[in-house]
């Protein structure tokens, strides 16, 4: 959960919190990624970044506050399993607060 929180305070929250969450589009998010690859970031930051975000955008979606995910391609394939892990509430807990400062803005 601290990587996760790193990752949207260090990384997303600057790269990509001036855009409006149901305006974000694939090529913004290709855009950002490339940058940080520019960047030097390691590969483990990237794919952490990446799973963060597609995590964010997922539960987004679930909770119509955007029609997609246009991170759904950078998803890993086992955050799109249907079930859940008994610790899913736990791991996305720190997700509301990101989620509800996107509702504030909209």
């Known amino acids: 959960m601290a990587k ?3 990752a949207i305070e260090l990384h ?3 790269g990509l919190g001036h855009h409006r969450l149901d305006k974000l589009t694939v090529a913004t ?3 950002y990624l490339n940058s940080r690859r520019a960047a030097g970031d390691s590969i483990t930051k990237l794919e952490m970044i990446e799973v963060v975000l597609c ?3 997922s539960r987004a ?3 119509e506050l955007v029609a997609r995910n246009v991170a759904q ?4 394939t086992n ?3 249907t079930t859940s892990h008994p610790n899913t509430v736990q791991r996305h807990d720190w997700l509301g607060g990101l989620l509800h400062e996107y509702q ?3």
């Open 4 to 6: 996760s929180r790193t």
């Open 12 to 14: 997303l929250r600057p």
């Open 29 to 31: 998010v290709e855009r």
């Open 55 to 57: 995590s964010a955008l």
């Open 61 to 63: 979606t679930r909770e």
């Open 73 to 76: 391609g950078k998803c890993p």
């Open 79 to 81: 955050t799109q399993r």
């Open 104 to 106: 504030q803005v909209a």
